[in-house]
């Protein structure tokens, strides 16, 4: 991607910032969607944001809802077609990216608590 193109979604780098555990796939009935629910590690829960963006297994998400060191996000037929997403069940293993932008936040935060 050059620095004129137009951005269009996520930005994501590839590092993983660790491995959450699915709670559950739910298919919807009616849009051929579903619903995706991945407890993640304590030390990475804080970086999670109602809306903001996240990695699962390389596949950026949107957050649609947080409780405790659960998320969920809403997976499109698409994206269940054309990832690996779609081949999850409850107790799958899976990589998780936060938010780039938080991680920087994060960091800005402490340098100035120093």
Not at 73 to 88: D, K, M, R, V
Request: proline share 2%; no cysteine.
């Amino acid at each position: 991607m050059r620095a004129s193109d137009r951005l269009g979604g996520h930005i994501i780098s590839g590092h993983i910032d660790g491995v959450g555990k699915v709670v559950r796939l739910q298919r919807s009935a009616g849009d051929g969607g579903a619903l995706l629910e991945v407890e993640v590690p304590g030390d990475i829960e804080r970086f999670i944001a109602h809306k903001g963006s996240i990695a699962v297994d390389g596949v950026s998400l949107t957050v649609n809802g947080i409780s405790g060191r659960r998320f969920s996000a809403n997976l499109i037929p698409h994206t269940l077609e054309a990832t690996t997403l779609g081949a999850l069940a409850a107790g799958s293993g899976v990589n998780i990216e936060v938010d780039l932008f938080a991680r920087y936040v994060e960091r800005l935060l402490q340098s100035h608590a120093e």
